[in-house]
């Protein structure tokens, strides 16, 4: 149990339909992270909210779109995607400004887009 | 751009000592952490070095060297435990944890 909970688990969605993931946090943490997770590939930062505002927006399509209603609540709203976005979506929380490298994890959700 | 490089894949005894090594390549350079990931489950921190050195936890080391650009993560004692996949992070300023990844290691451990 990391203080990270994603839902849901594992997600299968056609490429017309709309669905989000959730991301909660319990650790009290200011920022919170979407990263994408494909097979032989790096974990790519998606986005980034610090104190509830995005900062950081890594060139990630338009069919992807965070929300991040409060400090411990992150969503991340899919629409029209694409097969290629198949992957494990993780998100992470963090006391931003303390350095040190630390990400805590949710065990992410697995998304398969047919 | 940011390039971090590591093995993809390393195996060891159990009982052993192993190292996995990271270069990289950052606009930007302030940390070197390290995460464990067993699979299907979370990333997990293990380590950061913020300065040059080695830092230990335990059976797990880190070293940063950053003239070199170059870390290394060190594990000692090897459990069938530790069988799971070792990414280098680099945090690219000061207080952000905005981390870029490499690949990953995977590290298989054998009887």
């Known amino acids: 149990e990391t203080g990270v909970t994603q839902t849901p688990r594992h997600l299968v969605m056609g490429m017309t339909n709309k669905k989000s993931l959730k991301c909660e946090q319990h650790?009290?943490?200011?920022?919170m992270y979407w990263y994408k997770q494909s097979a032989k590939k790096p974990l790519e930062l998606m986005f980034v909210?610090?104190?509830?505002?995005?900062?950081e927006n890594n060139s990630v399509p338009s069919r992807f779109s965070p929300e991040c209603p409060n400090s411990s609540h992150l969503f991340l709203h899919l629409h029209t995607l694409q097969p290629e976005d198949s992957a494990l979506y993780l998100c992470?929380?963090?006391?931003?400004?303390?350095?040190?490298?630390?990400?805590?994890f949710g065990e992410g959700s697995r998304l398969t887009v047919l | 751009g940011q390039s971090l490089e590591q093995p993809s894949e390393v195996t060891a005894v159990e009982g052993a000592i192993v190292q996995i090594n990271c270069t990289y390549q950052?606009?930007?350079?302030?940390?070197l952490s390290w995460y464990q990931q067993h699979d299907g489950g979370a990333p997990t921190f293990l380590s950061y070095?913020?300065?040059?050195g080695l830092e230990e936890t335990g059976r797990f080391s880190s070293f940063l060297s950053r003239s070199d650009s170059y870390g290394y993560l060190l594990l000692q004692e090897l459990q069938m435990k530790d069988s799971a996949s070792y990414f280098c992070?680099?945090?690219?300023?000061?207080?952000?944890?905005?981390?870029?990844f490499g690949t990953g290691t995977r590290l298989t451990v054998i009887p």
């Open positions: 992470a929380s963090s006391q931003e400004a303390s350095g040190g490298g630390e990400l805590f």
């Open positions: 650790l009290g943490h200011n920022a």
């Open positions: 909210y610090s104190l509830e505002e995005r900062v």
């Open positions: 950052t606009s930007g350079f302030y940390g």
């Open positions: 070095n913020g300065l040059d």
């Open positions: 992070a680099v945090s690219p300023r000061v207080g952000a944890n905005n981390l870029f």
